[in-house]
């Protein structure tokens, strides 16, 4: 993200980096800022960060113009994303926008979207469509309207219960709690628990997508088809007026300008930026003054519903000097940004310097203490009429309560996502006063072991490795239990829904009944036939409630 300059500059200065090794040797991470605060600021004397990369209504036209070649290829994926960089780069109110618009309403109508074609003429009336285009635009609406299907939805009472907690966020199972033992938080259940239950849904802190020309939205990451441009950067896409508005109001305004440098950024620095607006908009100095002031009390009560749980967060790494070198400029850099913005900081010096500390303490806590997440979601692709499981990598958000749980690859809890949201959903019966674990990939929710491991090559670069699979020590019981006849039957209805399509009521509940048969053994083929099923179902479940496209 940072000019090399600065890394250049302190790697031939001794005097420089021996400053900064001294304030990391004082254990204050506001002392590590504020010190290459300094060195950017005096001894460097960088300028501050700005915007490099403008609107253009030329460049939008030869995107545009790229997409209908390959729109006339048949090429519609390459069509689409063709079209929303058009977008992104058509300048507020252009005709290169309104063009856009116009083109994607094509492609909807030739791929038989016929409401998304609807949508974004419309838009394109909304905007003065220019004369030319009006007459082939309300031709084109009319005959989507004629071929319009009317929305037939079937809503078994399974889905409507898991459709009503997801609306409930953050949600928490009241039959769980947060403990701290030896230096560490656990997450323990304080009543049995089925498997099958949500026991939480948590919406990301701050969620980030690495490149929107595949339809993902900058602030929910929904996938859709009608998108809405920035009026100033060429980044970011929304799924409509309402996440733009958003977005704009939380963070974005304030990133908006150094968007070019924050697309090349670090991940879990671009998700601390918008953290520490997100923070700093949303409240007063004062209380982020106090707040920074014991942001590392170890005797801090996490709670999910403050809008400062993203500083609850411990983790226990032992190593993190090195990080914070790295990272303790492009804190600065960011500091120095905001500071160009009128009205960010308070206007006495005393109490302006008091809020440059607080907040290079907060922003370096953020970045030392919270992982980044892969976002992985369900979403239909609409030219093969498949549904995929993992449609783009390059979506992250940040979940503080999901940090509290421990990692294990014979964990009893696996997640799922619902545009930005993690939901948790136990896998295991789960008995009261038990540890609730999580996969150590949170988006993985294999069952199987040997496939478990093939992430350990990658996971003990990180430290994150079960001790078991590194010594081979498993031992997974994987044959099946003598079951009674009624429990035969069960099991055999539950692998018998493979084949059915995913509106049988209750469906979800006798595979629940059938893998709560087989916990014991879940290394057995049944009980990993009759689990990808259930995935199957809660994936289904989740598609439903986002609706999330893509061609």
């Known amino acids: 993200m940072f000019s090399s300059k600065s890394n250049e500059f302190v790697g031939r200065n001794i005097h420089c980096r021996r400053e900064l090794y001294k304030a990391m040797d004082k254990g204050d991470t506001c002392e590590v800022v504020m ?4 060195i950017l600021k005096n001894k460097l004397r960088i300028p501050c960060l700005s915007k490099k990369i403008f609107k253009s209504e030329e460049l939008s036209n030869i ?10 290829l048949g090429q519609y994926d390459a069509a689409f994303e063709g079209y929303n960089l058009a ?31 609807i949508n974004d003429i419309d838009k394109c009336f909304s905007l003065n469509c220019p004369e ?12 989507a309207i004629r ?15 898991f459709k009503a907690l997801l609306n409930q966020t953050p949600y928490v199972n009241k039959h769980m709690d947060i403990i701290r033992e030896c230096n560490a938080t656990k997450v323990v259940a304080t009543r049995d628990i089925e498997l099958g239950t949500v026991v939480a849904v948590e919406p990301a802190f701050a969620s980030n997508v690495v490149d929107c020309k595949y339809g993902s939205c900058y602030y929910c990451q929904k996938f859709a088809l009608n998108l809405v441009p920035c009026d100033d950067c060429c980044f970011v896409l929304f799924c409509s007026d309402e996440c733009k508005d958003l977005c704009m109001k939380q963070y974005h305004k304030i990133e908006c300008d150094i968007m070019d440098v924050l697309a090349t950024s670090d991940v879990s620095e671009n998700l601390m930026f918008k953290s520490v607006i997100k923070l700093v908009l949303s409240g007063t100095w004062e209380e982020l003054i106090e707040i920074s002031k014991n942001i590392e009390d170890e005797n801090v009560q996490f709670d999910v519903h403050s809008r400062f749980s993203v500083l609850n967060l411990r983790d226990n790494k032992l190593f993190k000097f090195g990080q914070m070198y790295n990272v303790s ?25 008091h809020a440059i500390r607080a907040l290079g303490k907060i922003m370096m806590f953020i970045v030392l203490n919270c992982k980044p997440h892969i976002i992985v979601q369900a979403a239909k692709n609409l030219i093969r009429d498949t549904v995929l499981y993992r449609v783009y990598d390059g979506i992250y958000g940040l979940y503080p309560f999901v940090e509290n749980f421990k990692k294990s690859c014979e964990n009893n809890v696996t997640t799922a996502f619902v545009k930005n949201k993690m939901v948790l959903i136990a896998i295991k019966p789960i008995k009261s006063g038990s540890e609730m674990t999580l996969p150590y990939v949170t988006h ?8 478990k491991l093939k992430y350990f090559h990658t996971l003990k670069n990180n430290g994150d490795i079960c001790k078991k699979c590194a010594d081979n020590t498993h031992t997974p019981k994987s044959q099946v239990p003598h079951l009674s006849s009624h429990q035969q039957e069960l099991v055999v209805r539950s692998l018998s829904l493979v084949n059915v399509a995913f509106g049988e009521n209750y469906a979800l509940t006798h595979l ?10 879940d290394q057995s083929d049944e009980y990993k036939k009759i689990y990808e099923v259930f995935i199957n179902f809660v994936q289904i479940y989740l598609l439903r409630e986002s609706e999330n496209m893509y061609i």
């Open 87 to 117: 977008l992104l780069f058509a300048p507020k109110d252009s005709r290169a926008l309104k063009l856009a618009y116009s083109n994607k309403s094509a492609l909807f109508h030739k791929i038989k979207r016929y409401q998304e074609c």
């Open 132 to 143: 030319d285009l009006v007459n082939k635009l309300k031709n084109r609406k009319e005959d």
């Open 35 to 38: 010190t290459a605060y300094d």
């Open 63 to 72: 995107l545009r113009t790229q997409g209908n070649k390959c729109f006339g």
């Open 147 to 161: 071929l319009l299907q009317p929305k037939v939805t079937h809503l078994e009472d399974e889905y409507l219960k």
């Open 444 to 451: 993985d929710n294999k069952i199987d072991l040997e496939q």
């Open 329 to 353: 400029f492009v804190c600065a850099a960011l500091i120095r940004h905001l500071e160009t913005i009128p009205h960010i900081f308070p206007e006495s010096p005393v109490e302006r310097l």
């Open 512 to 521: 629940c009944e059938a893998l709560t048969l087989l916990s014991d053994v």
